[in-house]
């Protein structure tokens, strides 16, 4: 199982970006997901979860403009960051916890991340 995380780059203080954190190989459901970020010299900041049955919770810091989804069908995770801000500018990291059969256990894996750049 792996994670691939897309979708960052170089937007202007307001803009919107859409991540996302494809999951690929052989799984039996996508359990709880995550998104993370990070910036030199700081400590991995959660920024948004979600579960599998819709629940989601968001850092104070982006309520409000971030929504966490997933498209099942496609085994992919989201981020929808919209009204960005100099401060959001991090590499942003995916996680999920992954059960690979019905009865198997949950197991968590990390994508790669991606960098998302907000100027003033």
């Known amino acids: 199982v792996q994670l691939q995380a897309s979708g960052g780059g170089l937007v202007q203080t307001g803009g919107s970006l859409k991540l996302s954190c494809a999951v690929s190989?052989?799984?039996?459901?996508?359990?709880?997901m995550t998104w993370y970020r990070q910036t030199p010299g700081n400590q991995r900041e959660w920024v948004a979860a979600?579960?599998?049955?819709?629940?989601?919770n968001y850092a104070d810091s982006v309520k409000g403009r971030f929504t966490i989804s997933s498209d099942n069908a496609k085994n992919t995770i989201y981020l929808q960051m919209n009204r960005l801000k100099p401060e959001d500018t991090a590499v942003y990291l995916c996680?999920?916890?992954?059960?690979?059969?019905?009865?198997?256990?949950?197991?968590?894996?990390w994508g790669q991340g991606t960098q998302v750049t907000v100027s003033s």
């Open positions: 190989g052989s799984i039996f459901s996508i359990n709880a």
């Open positions: 996680h999920a916890q992954i059960r690979q059969s019905v009865h198997g256990r949950k197991y968590d894996y």
């Open positions: 979600g579960t599998s049955g819709g629940a989601t």
